[in-house]
Every structure is written in structure tokens, then in C-alpha cells.
């Protein structure tokens, strides 16, 4: 059997058996590797953190990163996240301690803010050339240029964002290269629907594109996020609650976009496709219920590391649960403390925030089959 045969088996199994119950080693990570940020989101406060004084201290150290991952050798999915990934100058030597000591990786995604276009396209052909794993990115754009710059709060952000998606769409497949726009509240201070916003801005990168001499994307390279609260990942809990973020108004209109976006035409199929499909579902269950079907797999199969040490949940769960360099670096005795404290017992009871962010959803569908099925079947 091929090496990579191998390690999607292990998945497979491993996913397998999370569905049944079974408590191992988390399968997946969500990794901040750092807080430096250039962007100046109006819903996020994470770039306020290079501003403040000692804010990007104590950052694990690269060899710090080596330890931790020699010691979870076990992972097969990271997300590593900041801040701006790419603004970490070894960004590239985290990746690939990663994949040095995790023999079964095979997913490896980041998120950019696309500013820095000649370096980020840089650090994916390193990253290309030596990591064997799939690497996705996803460009974050977050509506049509003069909306997108107010609320990135950069000059010329849509722009950059473009040149950094053209750029690499010379290097990465279109099922590893995506945009993500978030949907928050604040949109609706132009005046325009949630939905006509995500027209727009769909058409408004094709047209960059165009002028760049660059094929268009098709909406099955274009991605809605739900925007969510997190103190202790954002710290946006009291940014977005000023501008009706969450209230029924800002629901109705994100479970609009997201039809909106199901009902146009994709090339091909795929399993991310079915995986969509099941995600949208449950999301527009999440938007008018606030709960959802499938259970989140937080501390079963996945798990959160801040750029500190800490361990949490997930991205949303202000639930501190113990620091690597308590533990020699390794996640499991921080994670099985946490299921004996009845912190995973809590998650599948529903006493946590709830949420359904992608971080967390897309392995959550994996560990549990016959609700995601009920979920593609219903649709969306
Ligand atoms: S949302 Fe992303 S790009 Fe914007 S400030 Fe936060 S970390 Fe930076
Ligand atoms: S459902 Fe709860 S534990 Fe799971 S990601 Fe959301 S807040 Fe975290």
C-alpha cells in the first residue's frame, strides 16, 4: 500500500472510530502560530495584539513547535491559523517540523489576508516543494472593494487579495485554493442585503480577475463563513454584539446568502461537495435554531492551540484547558484531563457556546455518518 493509501486509511479508521465513541488522540488541530497581523478588521481584534505591549511575547519559540510536534506525532489534519500565518517569519519551518514528525499527515490549510502577495506566494512554493501533505489556502475576502478595505481597514486590500489569489492559482489545484467571506452584521450598514453583497462580491473578483488577463472562480471556489464570538481566540465578543451580530435579522439574512450561494451552478462533483452540502444544511439549522444534529467532535478528534501554549476546545470555547509546556508538549494528558473534568461530556450535552464554524464542523461530519447523512439528504 502507497504511503499516502496508508495514512488515508488510518484516517478512515480513526474517524471510524471517534463515530463510535472511541476517545484516542485527536486527529485534527486548529494551531495558531501567531498574532501578527497587518489587517485591521473592524470584527476581530487580533491585529490590536502587536500593538500592545508584551502582546506577541512568549509566542512558542520554533523549537518550542519541534518538541510539540515530535510529540503529538499522531496528527493528520492541521489548521494552522494566526493572526496572518504567512506574517510569522518561520512559518514555513512550522509546517515543516509538522510534517517531519507526523508521518500520517495529510491535510495541511491555511488562511491568508492576501496582503503580502510576493511573500505568501513564496512561502506555498516552499511549502509545495518540501511538505507532502495536500496543502489548501484560503484567501479571505470579505466583500466588494470599497466595503472589503473598510471593514480590512487596509487601502487597496481587495487588490492585494486578488493579485495573491491569481498568483496562486498558478500553484495550488482549484480543490486546494479558495476564497472565504465572512458574513458579518456590519454589512448591512451599505445598505445592501447580506445576499446582494455576496453577488457583488463574487462579481466584483471575477472582474479583478478579468483585468489581471485571469479565468474567473466559480462559485465552487467561493466560500461563506457564519462569523462567530470568540473572547479568547478574537476577542470580538464585544466588537460584533454592538451591530446586531447574531440577532435574527443578521440570521435570516446569512441563511439567505447561504441559499443564495447552494442554488448556483458548480463544475463537476466531489466529496467536498457532498461535505458542503451537509455543512449548509446544518448550518441553516444552527441559523434558526442555534443548535445543531451533528455533534461537534471538540476534544474526540480535534482540538485548539493558541500561539501561547494553551489548549482550548475549539476556536470559540473560552475554556482554558492547560498549556503544552506543562505537559512536555504533548496535547493527550492536557485533552484526557479535560474528558475526566467532563469537558467533552459537556460538548456533546450542548453546554458550551455552540457554533458551527468550518474549524470544527468539517471533522464533525466525518464523525458521524448517519446524521450527515439525514443532512445531505434534507439539503439546503
Ligand atoms: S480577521 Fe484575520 S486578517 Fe482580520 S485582523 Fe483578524 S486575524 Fe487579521
Ligand atoms: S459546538 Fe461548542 S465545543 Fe464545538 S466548536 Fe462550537 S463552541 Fe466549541
Redesign the pocket.
Known amino acids: 500500500m502507497s504511503t499516502a493509501l496508508y495514512s488515508w486509511s488510518r484516517l478512515g479508521l480513526r474517524t471510524a472510530a471517534a463515530a463510535a465513541g472511541v476517545e484516542g488522540p485527536p486527529t485534527k488541530l486548529v494551531f495558531v502560530v501567531t498574532k501578527r497581523c497587518h489587517s485591521r478588521c473592524v470584527y476581530c481584534d487580533i491585529w490590536k495584539v502587536k500593538d500592545t505591549p508584551g502582546g506577541l511575547d512568549d509566542e512558542l519559540t520554533l523549537a518550542e513547535i519541534r518538541s510539540l510536534a515530535a510529540a503529538n506525532p499522531f496528527l493528520q489534519w492541521i489548521d494552522f491559523t494566526g493572526g496572518e500565518p504567512t506574517d510569522r517569519p518561520d512559518f514555513v519551518e512550522v509546517v515543516q517540523a509538522f510534517a517531519a514528525a507526523c508521518p500520517d499527515l495529510l491535510l495541511v490549510h491555511f488562511p491568508t489576508n492576501g496582503i503580502a502577495t510576493k511573500r505568501i506566494d513564496q512561502v506555498v512554493a516552499q511549502l509545495q516543494a518540501t511538505v507532502r501533505a495536500r496543502l489548501v489556502v484560503t484567501v479571505s475576502i470579505d466583500g466588494p472593494p470599497e466595503l472589503n478595505d473598510r471593514l480590512r481597514g487596509i487601502r487597496n486590500d481587495f487588490a492585494h487579495a486578488v493579485d495573491t489569489l491569481a498568483a496562486l492559482r498558478r500553484r495550488l489545484g482549484p480543490d486546494q485554493l479558495f476564497v472565504g467571506m465572512t458574513l458579518h452584521g456590519h454589512k448591512g450598514s451599505c445598505g445592501l442585503t447580506t445576499s446582494e453583497l455576496v453577488e457583488q462580491t463574487f462579481a466584483a473578483i471575477n472582474d479583478a480577475l478579468a483585468v489581471r488577463e485571469e479565468p474567473p472562480i466559480g462559485w465552487g471556489s467561493f466560500h461563506l463563513n457564519i462569523p462567530h464570538l470568540s473572547q479568547h481566540y478574537y476577542g470580538n465578543s464585544a466588537s460584533e454584539a454592538k451591530d446586531g451580530f447574531g440577532g435574527p435579522a443578521h440570521r435570516a439574512e446569512v441563511a439567505a446568502a447561504l441559499r443564495l450561494a447552494a442554488s448556483k451552478p458548480k463544475a463537476g462533483y466531489s466529496g467536498m461537495r457532498a461535505i458542503e452540502r451537509i455543512y449548509r444544511s446544518e448550518a441553516l439549522r444552527y441559523l434558526a435554531t442555534g443548535k445543531t444534529h451533528i455533534t ?1 467532535s ?1 476534544l474526540l478528534s480535534t482540538a485548539y492551540l493558541s500561539e501561547k501554549g494553551a489548549v482550548y ?5 473560552d475554556r482554558p484547558l492547560g498549556n503544552v509546556r506543562q505537559s512536555g508538549f504533548a496535547l493527550l494528558p492536557i485533552i484526557e484531563a479535560a474528558r475526566r473534568e467532563g469537558v467533552r461530556q459537556a ?1 456533546i450535552e450542548g453546554r ?6 468550518p ?2 464542523a468539517y471533522p464533525a461530519i466525518g464523525a458521524s455518518p448517519l446524521r450527515s447523512l439525514a443532512a445531505f439528504v434534507r439539503g439546503g
Do not use: S, Y
Request: hydrophobic share 30%; glycine share 0%; with cysteine.
Open positions: 461537534c471538540a476546545p475549539c476556536t470559540i470555547w460538548v458550551c457556546p455552540n457554533c458551527w464554524t474549524c470544527e
